[in-house]
């Protein structure tokens, strides 16, 4: 299958490209905060299941939000999943690794927890624009309701 392509994006484009992973990030991580409160407080897992159950399920609503609105991409969706799973394997790892470490040596989890997410913002806008929709952004084809169906 051919590469998609796609006309640069002005600086406006490139602003609202940003807003609109921000602000569905933050969505993002207000689901990864729930998932490891209640991991955390109410079964009273260690940091590590915690953060990991907590960041899968962040990253599966943030794929699939970003790759619609945000990057508004006709890429393959297994592709794009593929290129994300080599990203978060090499930071789930790395990420967890320092996560437990800093809070063995006393670093509040919530502290912890707020850091990576930063990290884990920068670098994931980076990953998806640059590599895994580089050369598909604004190739999905709008869905317009017609009226004639049901």
């Not at 699939?64 to 290129?83: G, I, Y």
């Not at 990576?116 to 920068?122: D, H, K, P, Y």
Request: charged share 15%; with cysteine.
């Amino acid at each position: 299958m051919a590469e998609l392509q796609t006309t640069p994006l002005s600086r406006r484009e490139n602003l609202i490209q940003v807003i609109k992973f921000v602000l569905f990030s933050i969505s993002a991580g207000v689901i990864q905060v729930l998932v490891f409160a209640l991991f955390e407080e109410v079964f009273h897992l260690p940091y590590w299941p915690s953060y990991l159950t907590a960041l899968i399920a962040s990253v599966v609503y943030n794929f699939t939000v970003n790759r619609h609105f945000t990057f508004k991409s006709a890429n393959n969706v297994p592709k794009a999943m593929l290129q994300l799973g080599i990203y978060y394997a090499i930071f789930t790892p790395l990420s967890t690794w320092w996560g437990d470490a800093l809070v063995r040596l006393g670093v509040m989890d919530y502290i912890v927890l707020a850091g990576t997410m930063v990290i884990n913002l920068i670098t994931e806008f980076c990953v998806n624009r640059f590599i895994i929709y580089r050369t598909s952004m604004n190739t999905r084809e709008p869905k317009h309701h017609t009226g004639d169906t049901p």
